[in-house]
Each structure stands twice: as C-alpha cells, then as structure tokens.
C-alpha cells in the first residue's frame, strides 16, 4: 500500500508505536524516512535505526526510545510542511524550537539538517518536521 505522504506515515508510525509502547516498528525504507530516523535517533529520540534489505527498498526497523519513568522520548512529533503547503525559512528566521528543547528538521541543499545546524551554516531551507 503506497503512502500518499510517506514522511506523514513514518511520523504516524512513530507516534502510534509510542502509544501502543511498542519497542520498535517496521516502516518501508526510503532515502528521506531514513535520513529523518537518522536525525532522530543522534539526537536522541529513538534508540537504534536500522535497514534490512528485502522486498523494493527494504524495511527501517525503528527501535523507540523511552525515559527511565516508561515515558516515551518523543512527546510531540509533527509535519510542518505537506504536500499543498510547504514551509520554508530563510538561514536568519530559523529560531530555537521551545529554547532549545526540541527542534526541527529541515531539508537543505546540504541535506537534512538540525535548525541549530542549519542556523550554524547560515542555510534556510524546507521545514518538514517539529519533534521535542
């Protein structure tokens, strides 16, 4: 089954695993799902990515990250730009998201980046997620 929004569906996935206190989820691979779950889990939010090969693109096999109190890492995980409203922001609009305690993730013409940094290269680009 094809996702109109793939990047939606992995954020989805994520956030129902949460709910569900599931230790991992299952999600098909591709190049952007990967790169944003790889963001993710150096900062902190998941505790291991993985790719394992098999079928069209593979799958991302997406360990959750929990505190020491059973809470899920991730309290807040949202798309910002869709497909009929994209967001986009220029190096110097970038701001710290709820002062430094969460982030976004923006999509740059050097990759995806953090906005910390983004906001150190001095590059704008499209904001596709807010996660703290």
Sequence with gaps: MSAVDPIADLLTRIRNGHQAKHDRV????????????RLLEREGFLEEVDLIDGGYNGILRISLAYTDDGEPAIQHLQRVSRGGRRVYRKA???????????????????????????RERGIGGEVVCQVW
Excluded: F, N, Y
């Design 92 to 118: 110097d609009q970038i701001r710290p998201l709820l002062a430094g305690i969460g982030m976004e993730i923006i999509s740059t013409s050097q990759g995806l980046l953090t906005d910390a940094e983004a």
């Design 26 to 37: 299952d999600v098909p691979a591709s190049k952007m799902r990967l790169g944003i779950c």
